[in-house]
């Protein structure tokens, strides 16, 4: 049976493409990439804040202490030095103008990695990129990171407006309105819309309405959900809307933080 791992990453460090055309072999799975999101290799995050971050988020007073931590996160795109304390002080630098040619370059020769074109509108001359791959036969859909880029609802409404065929489109939401989000994926109620991490930061604040969205899915890789968040979306959502991904090559990890092949044989 095929099926599609909808959310890996492309890391020039990590990313195994002798592995991936393995497991599309054995497993007849095939992959939609996203360009490398850091400068260098993502460095691995605290455990410790993984394990508090779904406890924080649930809980209504806690998230609003949350959203203001997350604002003092960066400076210039990169990570302040005293968060490099939960990296073991490495760097860590966003790249905010996604190289989706690099990509599209890489897996020319590979027939089971499509891609999405990620874009940044809030970078001059995102739309020129967005309408000059647009209809390149590697690209599946449209991805919009609202918490990487910080996209307010005005910019995220002009790429889908520019979304002519309606192509899927993957989103990572950020601290936001709810209600303008939502607002969003009903008016653009003719497009697919996966919605990343398990709705992170929002969770079930979010979760009884988007399962209404007959064109709404949601997405359920992510170390920013635990065990417990995952089996509430499996209770709540229809199960024809839950999307499978890896967010390759930063989870499923095995101690010499090689992708475990042995997650396709129990999924």
């Given at each position: 049976m095929k099926f599609y791992d909808a959310h890996i990453y492309y890391d020039d460090l990590r990313t195994d493409f002798n592995q991936l055309?393995?497991?599309n072999k054995k497993y007849q799975c095939e992959f939609i990439i996203s360009p490398q999101c850091t400068i260098q290799s993502e460095p691995e995050k605290s455990n410790l804040m993984y394990f508090l971050q779904p406890y924080l988020l649930s809980n209504k007073f806690l998230y609003y202490?949350?959203?203001?931590i997350s604002k003092t996160f960066y400076k210039q795109n990169k990570l302040k030095f005293f968060w490099k304390i939960f990296t073991g002080f490495k760097n860590y630098h966003k790249i905010t103008i996604p190289n989706n040619n690099e990509v599209l370059n890489i897996i020319a020769k590979y027939h089971f990695i499509k891609s999405w074109l990620w874009i940044n509108p809030t970078e001059e001359d995102?739309?020129?990129?967005?309408?000059?791959?647009y209809n390149?036969?590697?690209i599946v859909g449209i991805k919009l990171h609202n918490y990487w880029h910080n996209l307010g609802e005005n910019e995220i409404n002009i790429i889908l407006e520019n979304n002519k065929k309606n192509k899927p489109v993957?989103?990572?939401l950020k601290?936001?309105?709810v209600e303008k989000i939502l607002d969003l994926l009903r008016k653009f109620n003719n497009t697919k819309f996966i919605i990343g991490y398990g709705g992170f930061p929002h969770y079930g604040r979010i979760w009884d309405e988007i399962n209404k969205l007959k064109n709404v899915y949601i997405d359920v890789?992510?170390?920013?959900?635990?065990k417990k968040l995952i089996n509430k979306i499996f209770e709540k959502f229809d199960k024809n809307k839950i999307i499978f991904s890896s967010d390759y090559p930063y989870?499923?990890?095995?101690?010499?933080?090689?992708?475990?092949?042995a997650f396709f044989e129990k999924n």
């Amino acid at each position: 049976m095929k099926f599609y791992d909808a959310h890996i990453y492309y890391d020039d460090l990590r990313t195994d493409f002798n592995q991936l055309e393995n497991l599309n072999k054995k497993y007849q799975c095939e992959f939609i990439i996203s360009p490398q999101c850091t400068i260098q290799s993502e460095p691995e995050k605290s455990n410790l804040m993984y394990f508090l971050q779904p406890y924080l988020l649930s809980n209504k007073f806690l998230y609003y202490i949350a959203m203001v931590i997350s604002k003092t996160f960066y400076k210039q795109n990169k990570l302040k030095f005293f968060w490099k304390i939960f990296t073991g002080f490495k760097n860590y630098h966003k790249i905010t103008i996604p190289n989706n040619n690099e990509v599209l370059n890489i897996i020319a020769k590979y027939h089971f990695i499509k891609s999405w074109l990620w874009i940044n509108p809030t970078e001059e001359d995102s739309l020129k990129e967005f309408e000059r791959l647009y209809n390149h036969p590697k690209i599946v859909g449209i991805k919009l990171h609202n918490y990487w880029h910080n996209l307010g609802e005005n910019e995220i409404n002009i790429i889908l407006e520019n979304n002519k065929k309606n192509k899927p489109v993957y989103v990572i939401l950020k601290y936001q309105n709810v209600e303008k989000i939502l607002d969003l994926l009903r008016k653009f109620n003719n497009t697919k819309f996966i919605i990343g991490y398990g709705g992170f930061p929002h969770y079930g604040r979010i979760w009884d309405e988007i399962n209404k969205l007959k064109n709404v899915y949601i997405d359920v890789a992510s170390k920013h959900l635990n065990k417990k968040l995952i089996n509430k979306i499996f209770e709540k959502f229809d199960k024809n809307k839950i999307i499978f991904s890896s967010d390759y090559p930063y989870n499923f990890q095995d101690q010499k933080k090689i992708f475990i092949s042995a997650f396709f044989e129990k999924n």
